[in-house]
């Protein structure tokens, strides 16, 4: 795919806002290799898609250029928003006055050979800089580690539920349900593994169907105590139930012990627990 076509999918203003990019990078000798990223590298993007660049940056200019990258950004386009992102010198994200997104990856051209975004489609190239970078290595599958975590981690916070109670405080009972579906969210993730590394926006796309199903089928509440302490049991029934399955397909220990000792202590509380239910 030609960067053209891929930008093609974008809204019309993306075009007006590469041509700057790619004409900011030419002219800028720091500069020594230009590629699309993301959704544009990878052929999913559409309407709703960012404007991903990565930048190959020489390496005796690369401190400099991280220290100035607002003014570097300020040559291509005012924003309304532009933040640097955490430890990668360098590098932001930005929105256009348009709502345009621009997100850039800078990064030193000795470190292309190790770069973890291997997935890149080419738009300027000043030394051969395309040479150094690997072809993607297949990605690994579901991590046992991680789903063992991810497990214990909903133990952990389920068998706090009885301070909602306790404190009567429904609210947080609200975040305890929506910590349970947001662990359950990640656990699918995992157990998916490997999928593409995208942004938020892309939530859905990652679960399949029968994954989908199950989170659109688990029920709200409002904060009150006849809705959030059956729904916060349903939700943590619901984790319970695929985190077994998911668990016996990667070969991780279901953690037994923990899990009695979690019911025992919630069923002193008088709270309900899944110890009460099946949850095959």
């Known amino acids: 795919m030609q960067p053209d076509e891929a930008l093609a999918r974008l809204p019309d203003g993306y075009r007006s806002l590469f041509g700057r990019v790619v ?12 590629w699309l990223g993301g959704s544009l590298a990878r052929g999913d993007t559409d309407q709703s898609s960012d404007l991903d660049v990565l930048i190959a940056v020489a390496d005796a200019a690369f401190d400099e250029f991280g220290a100035g990258w607002k003014s570097w950004l300020g040559s291509i386009t005012p924003t309304v928003i532009a933040r640097a992102l955490p430890f990668v010198p360098g590098s932001f994200y930005s929105v256009t006055p348009a709502m345009e997104r621009l ?73 305890a349900i929506n910590v349970i579906r947001s662990l359950l969210y990640r656990l699918f993730l995992e157990s998916n593994a490997p999928i593409p590394i995208t942004g938020v926006k892309r939530w859905s796309e990652k679960l399949t169907p029968e994954q989908r199903a199950v989170l659109e089928s688990l029920p709200a509440a409002r904060p009150r105590r006849d809705e959030v302490i059956p729904v916060h049991e349903a939700v943590s029934l619901a984790f319970v139930r695929e985190a077994k399955s998911i668990c016996r397909s990667v070969g991780v220990e279901w953690p037994t012990e923990l899990d009695r000792c979690v019911c025992d202590h919630l069923a002193s509380h008088g709270l309900p627990h899944l110890a009460e239910r099946a949850v095959e």
């Open 103 to 175: 997100d850039v990856i800078s990064e030193r051209v000795s470190a292309l050979a190790t770069t973890p975004h291997r997935v890149r489609l080419l738009v300027l190239d000043k030394d051969e800089c395309c040479s150094l970078v690997a072809e993607p290595s297949p990605a690994p599958g579901p991590s046992a580690i991680t789903i063992a975590s991810l497990v214990e981690e909903f133990f952990r916070d389920y068998a706090m539920f009885h301070t909602v109670v306790d404190r009567d405080d429904w609210l947080l009972g609200i975040e």
């Open 23 to 34: 004409e900011r990078c030419s002219q800028d000798e720091r500069v020594r290799a230009m």
